[in-house]
């Protein structure tokens, strides 16, 4: 067997363990939370009163013109000064959350306002509140346009965790890094690791592709050809 | 019975609707017609609310809302002479994302909450009466403008509404199609479904319609009986009116 085959197959358990324990829920609470803040801050920009919506189109500016490393290291080594400590990984966690929630309203705004008025009025018509005529008519067909941008964030998401490692969450770039630290193999060491990340973000796209037909499966949209 | 009282409606300076008041009575099929911009449709949307009338009172029935400049109306009430009504739009407005069957059953399971079983044998009934049993499971996407909107007229009777409004029914579709829609109408008509519709097609209101109410920018230029306003109009602005339609509707036809 040569080296470098070798020396994956003994660094694939450690690697993968690390994925499993911190990668994989760091990326799939991170989402699920930031979709939540996504949504919120969606429906204050689109129906809020004006001060809130302002407000929330502030948060959003600060997250979009700020480095997502930046914020992480305010949250974990900066806001220690202030009197807020946090554990690496909880800190993590919020600095993705608060990411994915501006990036993702921003998304959810424009899904929502792409769906005709017509369908409001429909949704009225038939007696529907504001909230049933959002729930059963309006956000099922914006979850559908949603899924191809919001999977762009998801991958991308999967692959900014790695940036945990630099506030010490042993996720697994950073058991790459240890392992590179004792074997001084870093090309075999950091390509394992890469194609790890392209298995996880591979599976999300076929997720993904799969999730567009289901939630497409009424028509009238163009598809993909492949 | 429906009763519109001095409704006044403003779009910024724009007044739209100027002191319009009209009865229709119980079983009886009222056609709104007149020119484009006329104030017709916006007429028809203040009836179920979709516009808030800027002043007036609107009363279908024993519910009854009065509207004034800068005042507020609260949901529920909206809500509470809403559900009065149901309505069919210019482009049908189906529900996409679910079938046929599903659009007819929308309103009974989520608004009125009816369980699943029920509503699914009152939608199909009602799509067997639109002639569209046999496309309940199909897609909105698969089916024609002509039934689609049948499917859009099944959904909208669906909740027994007081009231059937029609919002220019039949302009979208191309005269066959059209026709399909007009004979579903009439024959609700027939059956003493009360109905006011917002139309310029000639078939439809005068197949269907027992009074017709002309409105011309945004004021009432003349009503009555539909057999005599067709065939014998008071006014020459009228009449002009009729004839222009008279030409269109034989263009079309040939």
Redesign the interface.
């Given at each position: 067997m040569p080296h470098w085959l070798q020396l994956m197959l003994e660094s694939l358990g450690p690697l993968l363990w690390a994925a499993l324990v911190f990668t994989a829920p760091l990326t799939l609470l991170s989402f699920a939370l930031g979709l939540t803040v996504g949504l919120i801050v969606a429906l204050v920009r689109l129906f809020g009163p004006a001060p809130l919506a302002a407000a929330v189109r502030f948060y959003v500016w600060i997250i979009r013109g700020t480095p997502l490393l930046v914020q992480l290291f305010l949250i974990f080594y900066g806001l220690p000064a202030a009197g807020i400590v946090l554990d690496a990984f909880p800190a993590a966690l919020i600095g993705f959350t608060l990411n994915i929630g501006a990036y993702s309203s921003e998304i959810i705004r424009a899904v929502i306002g792409s769906v005709?008025k017509?369908?409001w009025?429909?949704?009225?018509?038939?007696?529907?509140?504001?909230g049933?005529a959002m729930r059963?008519?309006i956000l099922?067909?914006a979850g559908?346009v949603a899924v191809p941008p919001l999977s762009n964030t998801f991958i991308s998401l999967v692959k900014d965790t790695s940036l945990a490692a630099a506030i010490t969450v042993p996720e697994l770039f950073q058991a790459a890094q240890r392992i590179v630290a004792v074997t001084y193999e870093p090309l075999i060491l950091y390509i394992e690791a890469a194609l790890i990340y392209l298995v996880m973000s591979s599976v999300l796209s076929a997720l993904q592709v799969r999730l567009e037909k289901r939630l497409g499966?009424?028509?009238?949209f163009l598809e993909a050809r492949s | 019975m429906i009763e519109l009282k001095n409704i006044e409606k403003r779009f910024g300076d724009n007044l739209v609707l100027k002191d319009v008041s009209v009865v229709t009575r119980e079983g009886s099929v009222t056609a709104l017609v007149g020119p484009s911009g006329g104030g017709k449709s916006t007429l028809l949307r203040c009836i179920n609310l979709l516009e808030i009338p800027t002043s007036g009172t609107v009363r279908i029935g024993d519910e009854e809302l009065t509207f004034h400049p800068g005042g507020h109306v609260a949901a529920r009430d909206i809500q509470r002479l809403r559900r009065q009504t149901g309505m069919v739009f210019q482009n049908f407005q189906l529900f996409p994302h679910r079938t046929a069957i599903e659009n007819v059953m929308e309103g009974l399971v989520t608004v009125l909450k009816w369980p699943a079983g029920r509503a699914h044998a009152r939608a199909l009934a009602l799509l067997e009466k639109v002639g569209m049993a046999a496309k309940a499971d199909a897609w909105p996407a698969t089916l024609s403008g002509g039934q689609q909107q049948r499917v859009a007229i099944a959904r909208a009777l669906a909740p027994s509404p007081s009231v059937l409004l029609c919002d220019e029914p039949t302009s979208a579709l191309d005269p066959e199609l059209a026709q399909e829609v007009v004979d579903v109408l009439g024959q609700l008509a027939s059956e003493g479904t009360t109905m006011v519709m917002a139309t310029h097609d000639l078939r439809l209101a005068s197949k269907v319609a027992d009074e017709v109410v002309f409105l011309e920018a945004g004021a009432i230029v003349e009503k009555g009986p539909a057999a005599r306003l067709f065939s014998n109009p008071v006014h020459q602005r009228t009449s002009r009116f009729i004839a222009t339609l008279r030409q269109e509707q034989a263009a079309k036809s040939e």
């Open positions: 005709p017509g369908q009025e429909a949704a009225y018509s038939i007696g529907m509140t504001w049933q059963r008519t099922p067909q559908r499966r009424y028509g009238g | -």
